[in-house]
């Protein structure tokens, strides 16, 4: 016989299959769940079942929405001129955190890794040329993350895009705001030195 | 509008609800569930809905079980001389683990904390009475948490029960196994001090 009871053990397994949380935190999840009243196993049980339910992804540019066209591309007050190119659609929050960009985005789900055998036909980069060749998109800017896959997705889209006449620009890696020089990694400080702007 | 479509929101929320997730967490939880297979998502539902619908408490000793009397209450090899008392359900995998112990179990359900309003009504003990009362257990090892709580806990169901006539012990509180002594705090040492044994 195991530790738990097979129905614990079932609930701590499925909790443990979500990276991030190990054997005691799925068990102390197991746990809550048992403690809790029915009704509030019921209220995640429902908000699991919509979430798979009612989100699909953005036919125009791949984001996690109830709406097709998203809430972005479908805003009147969003700009189809600008297109912000993003790996996860999480990273579009990052971006929406600043409230100082009007324009659209561009979910690619994913970066290249060719370590993890993720090539470009693994990313969403077709639609993405459907919507440039609309023509209405003046430029796009890429903010893949700021690590390898995140560099080299920049790079290959770059290299894609510009050929079709959009301006093509990437956001500026550097040293964070209110951080101390004394702590900065050299790649960090070294993007930062070789992309400084005259004042 | 929110930050996300309303069903991620609330799925969001719902993992937020866990101790020891925070909105980071329970973001990147959403989002996986959200990019998993349907199934993945039923085979979760379904293990929360099992956990509700087969795991109660045990009669005798209020383990978590999906059977009652539970499988250690039950069992024709563990000794109902001994009762080790516990916090939570999952202490009993604490003591479980040392392969050592071969008496029964009693869960309390908390410990005393008149800061949060716990009092000795709040805690299982009416059911250790009853239990008591048989006439059959011998020795009763008190294995609240090394804390104030589960300190005066300890101290509680000692002057309870030892009238009784039940032989009463509390696991050692001492230095780790492994541990380097320049590193325990003056509690710790100050009990292995208390707590020392001739050789």
Same mark, same amino acid.
């Given at each position: 016989m195991g530790d738990y009871a097979e129905p614990i053990e079932r609930l701590i397994d499925e909790f443990r %299959?979500?990276?991030?949380?190990g054997a005691k935190g799925a068990q102390r999840m197991a746990y809550i769940v048992l403690r809790r009243s029915r009704e509030d196993a019921e209220r995640l049980r429902r908000a699991i079942a919509d979430v798979k339910d009612k989100i699909r992804t953005c036919s %125009?540019? +791949? +984001?996690?929405? $109830?709406? $097709?066209?998203?809430r972005y591309c479908s805003s009147?007050? %969003?700009?189809?001129e600008v297109i912000c190119v993003v790996e996860e659609p999480r990273d579009i929050l990052a971006v929406e955190k600043t409230r100082e960009y009007h324009g659209q985005y561009h979910v690619l789900h994913g970066a290249l890794s060719p370590i993890n055998g993720?090539?470009?036909? $693994?990313?969403?980069i077709g639609n993405l040329l459907e919507r440039l060749r609309e023509g209405v998109a003046k430029e796009i800017i890429l903010a893949t993350n700021p690590n390898v896959e995140g560099e080299a997705t920049a790079i290959y889209l770059a290299k894609l895009l510009k050929p079709i006449g959009v301006r093509v620009s990437r956001i500026a890696l550097g040293v964070p705001v209110g951080s101390d020089l004394e702590y900065a990694d050299e790649m960090t400080m070294s993007k930062a030195l070789e992309h400084r702007h005259e004042m």
């Amino acid at each position: 016989m195991g530790d738990y009871a097979e129905p614990i053990e079932r609930l701590i397994d499925e909790f443990r %299959r979500f990276p991030g949380i190990g054997a005691k935190g799925a068990q102390r999840m197991a746990y809550i769940v048992l403690r809790r009243s029915r009704e509030d196993a019921e209220r995640l049980r429902r908000a699991i079942a919509d979430v798979k339910d009612k989100i699909r992804t953005c036919s %125009r540019c +791949n +984001n996690f929405s $109830d709406s $097709d066209p998203c809430r972005y591309c479908s805003s009147p007050t %969003r700009s189809p001129e600008v297109i912000c190119v993003v790996e996860e659609p999480r990273d579009i929050l990052a971006v929406e955190k600043t409230r100082e960009y009007h324009g659209q985005y561009h979910v690619l789900h994913g970066a290249l890794s060719p370590i993890n055998g993720v090539g470009p036909a $693994d990313l969403m980069i077709g639609n993405l040329l459907e919507r440039l060749r609309e023509g209405v998109a003046k430029e796009i800017i890429l903010a893949t993350n700021p690590n390898v896959e995140g560099e080299a997705t920049a790079i290959y889209l770059a290299k894609l895009l510009k050929p079709i006449g959009v301006r093509v620009s990437r956001i500026a890696l550097g040293v964070p705001v209110g951080s101390d020089l004394e702590y900065a990694d050299e790649m960090t400080m070294s993007k930062a030195l070789e992309h400084r702007h005259e004042m």
